[in-house]
């Protein structure tokens, strides 16, 4: 199975700075799909952001970016402008292109200090 | 909106009981899937479903079946409540298909306790 690495179990930034949060994933597939999930104390899980692999542009939501590193099997997510609300669990995912299934790594807590 | 709506945010079961959590999504999505969430562990998938009565076991099935009688729902069944289940277990779906727009939609999680 495609197994995601997440290397920070916790990280903390400043309000109002800029903090990234690292991924990395094993696959053999050339086509496939990340993703960036935020699932703050509420426990619901939100989608962030999403990638396709098949595209070299960096996908942009706001103040969320991410570094997509195809050659290097890297996907870290850039938070800008650190708010409050910010702060959850960051989970990183992937999926296969033509499978519907998807894996996940184990997680960064993200504390954003006032 | 797609709502994914597990039956229970908390459940206190003793060991050896049978125990059913049920998930229900509104959006018509073809496949549904259950993790299960532990600290430093991040999701691992226990079963997924990409069709009514469909079934693929992800990567730790055992001690846990699944049941998708309508394609709104999706159970998971613990036959045999252990200690070790203790966790918190997440339901999701999504559509199926190789567009871009196929993330999964989360409930809010069933914090279960085995006693």
């Known amino acids: 199975a495609q197994t995601v690495t997440q290397s920070q179990p916790e990280m903390s930034v400043q309000e109002a700075e800029t903090v990234t949060l690292s991924c990395t994933y094993d696959?053999?597939?050339?086509?496939?799909?990340l993703f960036w999930y935020k699932q703050p104390p509420s426990r619901q899980m939100i989608l962030v952001i999403r990638?396709?692999?098949?595209?070299?542009q960096n996908a942009t939501e706001n103040r969320f970016s991410v570094n997509f590193q195809k050659a290097a099997k890297s996907f870290s997510l850039k938070i800008s402008d650190s708010q409050l609300g910010d702060a959850a669990m960051y989970f990183c995912?992937?999926?296969?292109?033509?499978?519907?299934?998807?894996?996940f790594g184990a997680g960064t807590r993200l504390t954003v200090k006032p | 909106d797609v709502k994914v709506t597990q039956s229970s945010r908390y459940l206190v079961k003793r060991t050896g009981e049978k125990v059913f959590l049920e998930c229900v999504q509104d959006?018509?999505?073809?496949?549904m899937f259950w993790y299960r969430q532990d600290p430093g562990l991040g999701l691992r998938l226990i079963y997924f479903?990409?069709?009514?009565?469909?079934?693929e076991k992800g990567d730790i099935p055992e001690g846990y079946s699944v049941s998708r009688e309508k394609k709104e729902r999706f159970s998971l069944i613990l036959e045999s409540a252990s200690t070790n289940q203790t966790s918190m277990y997440l339901c999701?779906?999504?559509?199926?298909?190789?567009?871009?727009?196929?993330?999964?939609?989360f409930g809010q999680g069933t914090r279960l306790t085995v006693v």
């Open positions: 999701a779906s999504s559509r199926t298909g190789t567009a871009g727009n196929t993330e999964a939609f």
């Open positions: 696959t053999s597939e050339s086509d496939y799909y």
């Open positions: 990638q396709e692999a098949y595209k070299q």
């Open positions: 995912a992937y999926r296969r292109y033509n499978n519907n299934d998807m894996r």
């Open positions: 959006m018509d999505h073809e496949n």
């Open positions: 479903s990409y069709d009514v009565k469909m079934k």
